[in-house]
Nanobody, 115 residues
């Protein structure tokens, strides 16, 4: 069992930056592939970025070059650095942990990009 708690969301102007954090507890964090997903109003949840147990990363095309996912296994935390934010980045951002067939989600943190 893994508990995930996101933080760092908020309101930011276009072109601004935010860093999201996801603190994990309850299991061995380093064994899990970690990811960030987001859901905009009226849309389906979509993948933003993934970081594997060996720190390989993958990004959605819409965020490549602007977002960076990282992990600190000593702190049981995964981060999402978001730069050059756009209004279309608005949504609820969810942290995800996966180990084989096990999947865990955080409660989400709201990101709003608006002037």
């Amino acid at each position: 069992q893994v508990q995930l708690v996101e933080s760092g969301g908020g309101l930011v102007q276009p072109g601004g930056s935010l860093r999201l954090s996801c603190a994990a507890s309850g299991s061995i964090f380093s064994r899990y592939d970690m990811g960030w997903y987001r859901q905009a109003p009226g849309k389906q949840r979509e993948l933003v970025a993934i970081i594997t147990t060996i720190s390989s990363t993958m990004y959605a095309d819409s965020v490549k070059g602007r977002f960076t996912i990282s992990r600190d296994n000593a702190k049981n935390t995964v981060y999402l650095q978001m730069n050059s934010l756009k209004p279309e980045d608005t949504g609820v951002y969810y942290c995800h942990a996966r180990l084989v067939h096990l999947n865990y989600w955080g409660q989400g943190t709201q990101v709003a990009v608006s002037s």
